[in-house]
């Protein structure tokens, strides 16, 4: 029985699905005028885990993570590079495709682009204004946040924490609101900036009415899960959740869960600090699997701290977990200590997707499998297990030279000729064959 932390009720809840043995989930995706960050990672690589897990579960997923491909950053950056909007979100959009494939992310099962959805915001931000939840000003469309009942509760923050949030926003900018807490739902179009026509003029949508429109369109008004970074619990989630029930009068997630932040060598990452750091540039110099590893095993809400030694330890532990892999197989192992191992990992696992507990039976697992445990029903589940977090060896077979030579070490072996033997071993480990004599016979691992 799967629990999560629902970021609503601020409580773990029994996770039960809209439709039986289905997930119907919606992941904010980023903002495509750069390359992803590390933060930006942590969030995908977080909720992929999830995902995988769930299908692990047996579950079928309908997993959504839209991309941004309008807004003010990205209409800046396209005229500062002499592109067109769509031309640098398309650049982007592919190098979030590559970056992501080499932290062995899935692809989404949709990432809908909020260019595409053009007409359905268009016809869902005129379903709020003849509900009365939202008016036009001078070519804008804001959302009347006073008719939005318990507008905060996702945040759990007051009015007055509101009305402080929004004390930072432009004269000109409140003088086209009923109310400062109002935010936009459409924007008139500035000189030469792109645009689309609508019936309150030329102009674009607001940041926080892109994910209502698009989760609604695909996997219906009312979705299992909606998932981000903590970041967007307010205002973005916030917003999300009182356009779309005012147009749908139903509830519009039924869990709310956010990931954690990522802080670098203790210190929070930004661009002040000089430890902003993008993956296209970290996936130069780091092993794409060793950061997915360190990133899939930390449990989900909290944050982490990346440093050079956590991605040092990251690598020596998948190094371990590969050379348990590629062990060769023995002729029994307990089924009721494999079916231990089974049930611990479920339990750390459906207790909000808890990641750490989890990886922590995999080691125990591959310790257990180390001391002579490996049949084909054992590897099976290891390979599903490791698959939660990601982790997938390529099937690592010794060429005939070296298995020639640890055929030719056994006969030494067996002849008591062992001179020859330590010989051949040695030989070996010059090309990073380690080898271990079990009661199962010669076992190897590979530097």
């Not at 926080?208 to 981000?228: F, K, N, R």
Request: net charge negative.
């Amino acid at each position: 029985m799967i629990k999560i932390y629902d970021t609503m009720t601020r409580s773990l809840r029994e996770f039960i699905p809209i439709n039986e043995n289905q997930v119907n989930m919606y992941v904010c995706g980023p903002t495509v005028y750069n390359y992803i960050h590390i933060g930006n990672a942590r969030s995908a690589v977080a909720f992929d885990t999830i995902r995988r897990y769930f299908e692990y579960s047996g579950y079928t997923v309908n997993y959504v993570s839209n991309f941004t491909d309008i807004d003010d950053k990205i209409i800046k950056a396209a005229a500062e590079q002499g592109m067109s909007p769509k031309a640098l979100a398309d650049k982007f959009i592919a190098a979030f495709m590559e970056d992501t494939a080499c932290l062995g992310i899935k692809p989404a099962s949709k990432n809908p682009r909020v260019m595409d959805y053009m007409d359905a915001i268009i016809d869902f931000v005129s379903v709020l204004i003849e509900k009365g939840f939202a008016y036009e000003s001078q070519g804008d469309v804001y959302f009347r946040v006073v008719k939005s009942e318990n507008y905060a509760k996702l945040a759990n923050k007051t009015t007055e924490d509101l009305e402080i949030g929004a004390s930072g926003r432009t004269d000109s900018e409140m003088a086209l609101k009923e109310n400062p807490l109002d935010f936009a739902l459409w924007k008139a179009a500035k000189k030469d900036e792109i645009s689309w026509e609508s019936p309150w003029g030329s102009g674009r949508p607001g940041w926080h009415i892109e994910c209502s429109v698009m989760a609604t369109e695909i996997l219906g008004d009312t979705i299992d899960i909606h998932g981000g970074g903590a970041d967007l619990e307010f205002p973005h989630h916030t917003n999300e959740i009182a356009q779309s029930e005012a147009k749908t009068g139903k509830t519009f997630a039924n869990y709310w869960m956010h990931n954690g932040f990522v802080n670098v060598d203790n210190e929070k990452m930004s661009k002040s600090l000089g430890n902003f750091v993008t993956v296209h540039d970290m996936l130069q110099k780091v092993d794409g699997q060793a950061l997915r590893f360190f990133l899939a095993t930390q449990q989900y809400r909290k944050p982490i701290n990346f440093t050079d030694k956590a991605i040092h330890d990251a690598e020596v532990n998948l190094k371990y977990l590969k050379n348990t892999q590629n062990q060769p197989l023995t002729d029994s192992a307990s089924m009721e200590e494999l079916q231990s191992y089974a049930t611990a990992f479920t339990e750390a696992m459906d207790d909000d997707f808890n990641a750490a507990n989890g990886i922590t039976v995999v080691f125990d697992f591959a310790k257990w499998i180390n001391s002579g445990n490996y049949t084909s029903e054992v590897k099976s589940l290891f390979e599903k297990m490791l698959a939660v977090f990601g982790i997938v060896f390529e099937e690592e077979v010794l060429d005939s030279e070296i298995e020639a030579l640890i055929a030719k070490r056994q006969s030494a072996r067996a002849n008591r000729d062992f001179a020859q033997a330590d010989a051949i071993r040695d030989q070996l480990a010059t090309q990073g064959i380690k080898l271990l004599d079990t009661k199962d016979g010669v076992r190897w691992t590979r530097d």
